[in-house]
Nanobody
């Protein structure tokens, strides 16, 4: 069973930066499509960014140009660098993974493996 554990959340002022991490363990992902989602209170879960097994990233329009998704295959770790944070970026952020070919790794899509989340708070 694949396990995903997020870290790196916290509180930051608007305009600041945070880097989220997600360590993947306890199971193989042969063709991993990985992504970050977020959910704010009272709102639907939103896909933020995804990265295919070939390294190709995709972003939601709301974060494009401010957020960068990346991965370290040797460390089995997914990252989300978040710059120029806005109050509307505040949410619980979740890491997700699925085995799917690169051409199908783009938001929106379903994911079978999820982490527990890490909280991001942005003050104005």
């Amino acid at each position: 069973q694949v396990q995903l554990v997020e870290s790196g959340g916290g509180s930051v002022q608007a305009g600041g930066s945070l880097r989220l991490s997600c360590v993947v363990s306890r199971g193989p992902l042969y063709s991993p499509c990985m992504a970050w989602f977020r959910q704010a209170p009272g709102k639907e879960r939103e896909g933020v960014a995804a990265i295919a097994s070939d390294g190709r990233p995709s972003y939601a329009a709301s974060v494009a140009g401010r957020f960068t998704i990346s991965k370290d295959n040797a460390q089995n770790t997914l990252y989300l660098q978040m710059n120029s944070l806005k109050p509307e970026d505040a949410a619980m952020y979740y890491c997700a993974a699925e085995n799917v070919a690169s051409r199908w790794c783009a938001l929106p899509r379903g994911f079978g493996y999820w982490g527990q989340g890490t909280q991001v708070t942005v003050s104005s």
